[in-house]
């Protein structure tokens, strides 16, 4: 295994530990993995007209979460805005920002994982929970809420 296998398989396994409750607790579908080589690495949950989009690139080993707003079940084809001008994804943070009333939480680290590793559930840990405390309309994923988030 490569050290780039080796990183996407730590993304991937920080993104279950957290947002797999997604699917125990409010319905989601399991994870979904979409690799694009030398590109990007997707992980993302399902939910009627919403999916919860965790990506990385693959240069930079940037990560985001997305709220995408699903057409027929499908990721939008365009990054934020669509031909017509309708909002169709947009960042967590972006959403959640003027929601934000408590500072976050420490996310129990271990000696034993790699650097990386420990940057991916920092990270994805905080957007999680974030998602959780400060999300509830989201997590319904109906379209009516939906369309008052966008």
């Given at each position: 295994m490569d050290n780039t296998d080796a990183i996407n398989n730590e993304f991937i396994n920080e993104c279950h530990?957290?947002?797999?409750?997604?699917?125990?607790?409010?319905?989601?579908s399991a994870a979904k993995i979409e690799d694009t080589p030398h590109v990007s690495l997707h992980v993302t949950y399902y939910k009627d007209a919403v999916a919860v989009d965790?990506?990385?690139?693959?240069?930079?080993?940037?990560?985001?979460?997305r709220i995408l707003k699903l057409s027929?079940?499908?990721?939008?084809?365009h990054w934020r805005v669509d031909e017509c001008g309708e909002l169709v994804a947009e960042y967590l943070l972006e959403l959640l920002?003027?929601?934000?009333?408590k500072p976050l939480p420490d996310i129990p680290m271990s000696k034993d994982i790699s650097k990386n590793q420990m940057e991916f559930r920092q990270?994805?840990?905080?957007?999680?929970?974030l998602l959780k405390?400060?999300?509830?309309?989201?997590?319904?994923g109906t379209l009516r809420l939906v369309k008052n988030i966008f």
């Open positions: 530990n957290a947002f797999d409750f997604l699917t125990s607790e409010y319905g989601f965790c990506s990385m690139d693959a240069r930079d080993k940037y990560l985001s979460i027929d079940g499908k990721k939008p084809e920002q003027k929601r934000v009333t990270s994805l840990g905080h957007n999680a929970w405390e400060y999300g509830k309309d989201i997590l319904s």
